[in-house]
């Protein structure tokens, strides 16, 4: 399965991208807001391998994203599936991102957790001090739910995406 947007697409992850998922979590650069994760690249593709029994059973879904032209630059998840709300987080997008690369792989996660999951609502957390992405979750319409020690969280509706996809069509004509 592939969703595509303008210049990045989707795609389920499999066993052979352990390796990038590793470079990407292990980097100081990108993980400074991510839960650690073992070095162990072997450990990585049994994670996976346990994943794909989930995946086959529609609880959670991890994708890589790239761009159009198949260069890997980061990965997104959707899990924590409820009622009527899924949870997405494990995103993470490096140097080879295109410039709307947030925007659209974000927008892919609403269309697949809404649209082809049939959800009404996401629900997600985000670290403390991760001033960018909580500015980018609030821009799209996110109304903050709580937080701890750790976590500021969110929710967001299907209702609150179409008004921000309808708004950004408008500025684009």
């Known amino acids: 399965m592939i969703l595509k947007s303008k210049t990045i697409q989707i795609r389920l992850v ?20 991510l839960s650690d994760v073992s070095p162990d690249v072997k450990a990585q593709k049994e994670w996976i391998k346990k994943y794909k029994n989930d995946e086959a059973n529609s609880e959670q879904f991890y994708f890589i994203i790239e ?20 949870c997405w987080g494990s995103w993470i997008l490096n140097e080879d991102k295109t410039p709307y690369a947030a925007l659209e792989s974000a927008l892919l996660v609403y269309d697949f957790g809404f649209n082809q999951l049939g959800f009404e ?12 992405v909580i500015s980018f979750h609030k821009k799209m319409g ?8 750790l976590n500021e969280y969110f929710i967001i509706s299907k ?6 996809k309808k708004k950004l069509s408008v500025k684009i004509q």
């Open 14 to 33: 499999e066993e052979v991208d352990a390796d990038f998922i590793l470079k990407l979590r292990l980097d100081k650069k990108y993980n400074l807001f």
């Open 67 to 86: 761009r159009n032209d198949g260069t890997p630059c980061g990965t997104v998840r959707i899990y924590d599936l409820r009622e009527n709300s899924f």
């Open 121 to 132: 609502f996401s629900h997600f957390d985000v670290r403390k001090g991760n001033e960018k």
């Open 142 to 149: 996110a109304l903050k739910t709580g937080e701890d020690d």
């Open 159 to 164: 209702d609150s995406v179409l008004k921000i």
